[in-house]
């Protein structure tokens, strides 16, 4: 493999990643991959989804977070953290990694429409607390028993992908 | 950190990019309740970062807790024209996240437990055939990058689930956009090989 091979392929996967956004100009100016690489990043960038947590976490750590923010604000001592334990946190009142054990099942639940507007750029696969996803086209699934939801937003293959 | 030759040519040929997030940053920093702007951006590549890494729905949320908290914290110290600090924010909180897994995996391997695989706890489809053929691509195609080396993981991670470019995975790891980009190549390149052989992961 040379240095070029490696830049040809970042070139592809910047025009393959960037889907629609990256516009018809970029077709023509394509790179020359291998096909076993192109069509293995094709697969990846369907499979590699983006997860997201639960509504419940997330809003969760938006009160620690807002709760940290007002104590900044009042000038209360928030020591930083320097350490890189968990376990500092868990003496500011969050989980923590040491809360694991501890904490019970949460049923994950619908996503807030504002992280999805955040998150979701518009083509990427997105999962809800770890659901599969593959192949639901922008629907809600019910999962008994789970309670979990996933949705995925259709993905119109480009026209480098149809050529694979 | 030196750079070597080419490196360093790459280095300084490319101008730094445009964070985008300054203005929320600066926004964030002058009140820190704004912050929620970047948490709600932010929040589901860094729980996918860190799902991926741990394969755990638990331990992901308790690292993007420990991420965004340590992140609201540290605001202060964030200097986009720093090169300790990255030069976007995004870059700084992955190198956040990346600190906060590292940290985890050191008090793991000092209290190691057994973890779930979450990504088999569940399944959503309505056709479950579907489900099964889906299931089955997914499971070959993790395991394939289960086997890669760690930094080659993470790079193929990074780039493919959090859409970052080369020189944005160089800043979060410590190497050079080139030595990425090699990175990228021959972890694609082993995950090829490995998909295409019937029976590897079986």
């Given at each position: 493999m040379s240095d070029e091979d490696a830049i040809q392929l970042d070139s592809y996967l910047d025009r393959l990643l960037a889907g629609p956004d990256a516009g018809p100009a970029a077709l023509d100016a394509l790179p020359a991959v291998e096909v076993a690489l192109a069509s293995t990043a094709v697969r990846l960038r369907t499979e590699l989804v983006r997860f997201h947590p639960s509504f419940r976490f997330e809003e969760r750590l938006a009160r620690r977070l807002l709760e940290v923010a007002e104590a900044q604000l009042r000038g209360s001592v928030v020591e930083p953290d320097r350490s890189g334990e968990p376990v500092a946190l868990a003496a500011a009142g969050g989980v923590g990694a040491r809360g694991i054990a501890a904490r019970r099942v949460v049923t994950r639940g619908l996503s807030s429409p504002r992280s999805q507007g955040a998150a979701d750029d518009g083509h990427r696969g997105l999962l809800l607390g770890g659901a599969i996803a593959s192949g639901v086209i922008a629907s809600g699934v019910s999962l008994a028993g789970a309670g979990l939801v996933a949705w995925r937003r259709a993905r119109t293959l480009h026209r480098w992908e149809r050529l694979i | 950190m030196f750079l070597k030759g080419r490196?360093?040519?790459?280095?300084?040929?490319?101008?730094?990019?445009?964070?985008?997030?300054?203005?929320?940053?600066?926004?964030?920093?002058?009140?820190?309740?704004?912050?929620?702007?970047?948490?709600?951006?932010?929040?589901?590549?860094?729980?996918?970062?860190?799902?991926?890494?741990?394969?755990?729905?638990?331990?992901?949320?308790?690292?993007?807790?420990?991420?965004?908290?340590?992140?609201?914290?540290?605001?202060?110290?964030?200097?986009?024209?720093?090169?300790?600090?990255?030069?976007?924010?995004?870059?700084?909180?992955?190198?956040?996240?990346?600190?906060?897994?590292?940290?985890?995996?050191?008090?793991?391997?000092?209290?190691?437990?057994?973890?779930?695989?979450?990504?088999?706890?569940?399944?959503?489809?309505?056709?479950?055939?579907?489900?099964?053929?889906?299931?089955?691509?997914?499971?070959?195609?993790?395991?394939?990058?289960?086997?890669?080396p760690e930094e080659r993981r993470r790079a193929l991670l990074l780039r493919f689930v959090d859409e970052m470019s080369a020189r944005e995975i160089g800043e979060v790891l410590g190497r050079s956009e080139g030595a990425v980009r090699v990175l990228i190549h021959r972890a694609l390149r082993a995950v090829a090989s490995d998909l295409s052989e019937p029976g590897r992961d079986r």
């Open positions: - | 490196e360093r040519d790459e280095a300084t040929a490319r101008p730094l990019p445009l964070d985008a997030d300054r203005s929320a940053v600066e926004a964030a920093r002058r009140d820190p309740r704004r912050f929620e702007a970047l948490y709600r951006k932010y929040v589901a590549q860094v729980y996918s970062f860190a799902f991926y890494e741990t394969r755990d729905h638990h331990a992901a949320e308790d690292l993007t807790e420990v991420v965004f908290l340590r992140a609201l914290r540290s605001l202060h110290t964030f200097d986009e024209r720093g090169v300790e600090s990255g030069s976007t924010f995004r870059v700084w909180l992955f190198r956040i996240a990346r600190n906060a897994l590292a940290n985890e995996r050191r008090r793991e391997r000092r209290h190691p437990q057994a973890t779930l695989d979450a990504a088999h706890d569940v399944a959503a489809t309505d056709d479950p055939a579907a489900a099964v053929v889906a299931r089955d691509e997914a499971d070959r195609a993790w395991r394939a990058i289960e086997r890669l």
